[in-house]
Every structure is written in C-alpha cells, then in structure tokens.
C-alpha cells in the first residue's frame, strides 16, 4: 500500500505544472538522427525526414518483423537496484499523414525487451476508427501526443490530442523495466503494396522530474 501510495503521489506532483523539469533528451528529426538511435530491420528506401519530421512507410509487418523500428538504450535514466531512479516522461508526437485502412494500422511508442515489444502506446485503426491503445479510447484527430511517465517499476500512459492542451491518462501499472531496455518509436501492419500511408514523427523527448 505504501509503494502505492508513493507512486501516486510522485505522479501528482510530475503533472503538477509547477514540477521542474530537466530535458535529458531530444531529437526533433531535424533532416538526420542524433547519436545513440539504432534502426531494427532498417529498410531505408522506406523512411524519410520531410519539414523537420521523420516519416516512415507503413509496411504490412507486425510485432517482432515490423521495418524501420528506431530505438535507443534507456541510459539516459538513472539506475539503482535495476530500476528507474526518479521520474521520467518519454513523449512523441505522431500522425497518419493519410486515414488508415488496414486492420491494426498503428504508430507510436513501443518499449523493448531483448528487442521483443513489451508494452506500447499508439495511434490504432480497428475495424475502420481509430483508437489510443492501451484503453481503446476512440480518437479522431489528425495527430497525437503520447507520453509515458516511468516512476520505478511503474508506467502511467497518457495521449493528448491535436488542438488539446491536456493529456488524458489511459492506463497505470507495472512494468518490469531494466537497464537493458530500448524505447522508440515504429509504425507496422500497413496496408500490401502500400506507396502513399506513412506515420509522421515529430520529436522525441525525454524529461527528468525532479522527485
């Protein structure tokens, strides 16, 4: 009860608007990638950077065979014991440059272990609407925020939508992070023959809340 309690507490006070905040990374896909990104199953043909922006091609992979996955080690965390040392947030900001049309069409942040997907946050297409997973929260919006606030062993996820100015919050739990955990964003399970639906990408971003 006590960690509990810890945890909501610390995240409180990481939304609080008067919580410092130290920026430990950014990429904001400026025409090329800074250091330390890795690309899983990189097709290169299939990935571009437009208007301060990287765009990367739906292709009709899923999961573990999804191309062009970009991901970097956690070691801008602090570590003590084999968890997060302090509060973290991880956010992106993506879009579907075109409406999806294949079944669980996706984008976002995807957390890896042993480069196997363990938990994410995205932008979905199910059935022909489009959701925020996890939560299945109905979305129609041309881009989204997603943000994930690690405290410990701990991870709230949250979305914001184009034009909103707050985050809604759409699931809370544990997550058995390590330091040899990767985090990034990808996109998978496009439509065949696809040439014209890509995922946009805006920034990535890391924060340290003070705690």
Do not use: H
Not at 49 to 58: D, P, Q, T
Not at 101 to 113: E, I, P, S
Not at 143 to 156: E, F
Request: aromatic fraction near 16%; charge should be positive; include cysteine.
């Amino acid at each position: 009860m006590f960690r509990f309690l810890t945890f909501v507490f610390l995240f409180a006070a990481s939304t609080s608007p008067l919580f410092a905040q130290e920026i430990v990374f950014e990429d904001r896909f400026e025409g090329s990638l800074k250091p330390g990104w890795v690309w899983l199953r990189e097709n290169a043909p299939c990935r571009r950077f437009v208007n301060n922006s990287l765009e990367i091609l739906f292709e009709p992979f899923g999961d573990s065979e999804a191309r062009n996955a970009l991901t970097r080690p956690l070691n801008f965390f602090r570590w003590r014991d084999g968890k997060a040392d302090g509060v973290y947030r991880v956010e992106t900001k993506c879009a579907f440059l075109e409406k999806p049309t294949a079944q669980f069409q996706q984008c976002g942040l995807y957390w890896l272990q042993n480069d196997r997907v363990v938990f994410k946050l995205v932008y979905e297409c199910v059935d022909g609407k489009t959701y925020i997973f996890p939560g299945k929260t109905p979305v129609d919006a041309k881009s989204v925020k997603l943000r994930l606030t690690i405290v410990g062993q701990n991870v709230v996820a949250e979305f914001c939508c184009d034009g909103e100015s707050s985050f809604r919050r759409v699931y809370e739990g544990r997550l058995d992070v390590g330091p040899n955990d990767r985090i990034g964003v990808q996109c998978w399970n496009g439509p065949r023959d696809n040439k014209t639906q890509w995922a946009r990408f805006e920034y990535f971003r890391v924060e340290k809340l003070n705690d």
